[in-house]
């Protein structure tokens, strides 16, 4: 299966939003903010989180409107992941990691 074809549905404000396949200019948002995500979350893994999000929805959510949305932190931390394996991170960090194991 390509990475194109990854899909994937995150729950934000009680909301379902379909993320699938992104964009150049989403994954290079999104990665530095990943690599902040071991941070505590005071500490700015939350921010980070929001980042990878916000980079995700760019196409299908106006950012005034991902700023109003009223969210938990369990979706925050829930949409996270989806967005890792959707993006191709996941496999890469899997990918990454058997390199180091040989």
Same mark, same amino acid.
């Given at each position: 299966?390509?990475?194109?074809?990854? #899909?994937?549905s995150i729950r934000l404000g009680g909301r379902d939003f379909p993320v699938s396949a992104f964009?150049?200019? #989403? !994954? #290079? *948002?999104?990665?530095?903010?990943?690599? *902040?995500?071991?941070?505590?979350?005071?500490?700015?893994?939350?921010?980070?989180?929001?980042? &990878?999000?916000?980079?995700?929805? $760019?196409?299908?959510?106006?950012?005034?409107?991902?700023?109003?949305? *009223? $969210? $938990? !932190?369990?979706? &925050?931390?829930?949409?996270?992941?989806? &967005?890792?394996?959707?993006?191709?991170? $996941?496999?890469?960090?899997?990918?990454?990691?058997?390199?180091?194991?040989?």
């Amino acid at each position: 299966m390509s990475a194109v074809s990854e #899909q994937g549905s995150i729950r934000l404000g009680g909301r379902d939003f379909p993320v699938s396949a992104f964009t150049f200019d #989403q !994954l #290079q *948002r999104m990665l530095p903010a990943f690599a *902040r995500l071991d941070l505590g979350l005071a500490e700015g893994g939350l921010e980070a989180a929001r980042e &990878i999000i916000a980079a995700a929805l $760019t196409h299908s959510v106006p950012a005034e409107e991902l700023a109003e949305l *009223r $969210t $938990t !932190l369990p979706e &925050i931390l829930g949409a996270v992941p989806v &967005i890792a394996r959707v993006s191709g991170l $996941t496999a890469v960090g899997e990918v990454l990691a058997g390199k180091k194991n040989s």
